[in-house]
Every structure is written in structure tokens, then in C-alpha cells.
């Protein structure tokens, strides 16, 4: 998979197509990304003894293939690459060739 926890990625499809966001959390077994902001949903908990009931609002998992990372000196979305540098494998950005780690 090649979005990251703390990266930036643009939505591309979907009903939150066009909002950035920040990955939250990276699910590579299921090919599945929580970012900051999108794809809100509501939860309804239970009321217990010492909390009292509530409806929390939280980000879902969309799939990565839904998602493009955001290139911060294109300024633009941008698809990855990767580089051998010193036997060490990079993230490279397609578009402007600047190395991402």
C-alpha cells in the first residue's frame, strides 16, 4: 500500500470527493484508510452507570483506491513512485520527482 499514516491525501471519488484530509490510520491487510474528516458517520452509544447516552460522530475507512496523495509543492494530487538510494527503497512523487521520505 502506499499511502502512509500522516500523509495528506485528496478524496477522488465518492460523496467526499474533493476534501483533504490527513491519514489518521493505515489498514493495509484490508486496503482500507481512515482520514481526518471524511466519511463521517454516527454512532449511537448506550447510556452506562458512571456515561450518559450519546451520538458520537467518527471517521469510517474508505478504500485507498479512493484516495490520491496531496503533493504540498505541486500543490496538486499526485500518483507515487518508487527510487532505490543508497539500498534504501523511497516514495517518489510522479509529478515532480521529490522524494516523500
Request: aromatic fraction near 2%.
Amino acid at each position: 500500500m502506499q499511502i502512509k499514516r500522516d500523509d495528506t491525501v485528496l478524496v477522488i471519488t465518492g460523496k467526499d470527493k474533493g476534501k483533504k484530509g490527513k491519514v489518521l490510520k493505515a489498514m493495509p491487510k484490508t486496503d482500507k484508510v481512515i482520514v481526518e474528516g471524511v466519511n463521517i458517520q454516527t454512532k449511537h452509544q448506550k447510556q452506562t452507570r458512571k456515561a450518559a447516552a450519546e451520538i458520537k460522530h467518527q471517521e469510517g475507512p474508505i478504500h485507498v483506491s479512493n484516495v490520491m496523495l496531496w503533493d504540498s509543492k505541486a500543490k496538486a494530487p499526485t500518483r507515487i513512485g518508487y527510487k532505490l538510494e543508497n539500498g534504501q527503497k523511497k516514495r517518489v512523487s510522479k509529478k515532480t520527482g521529490h522524494v516523500l521520505d
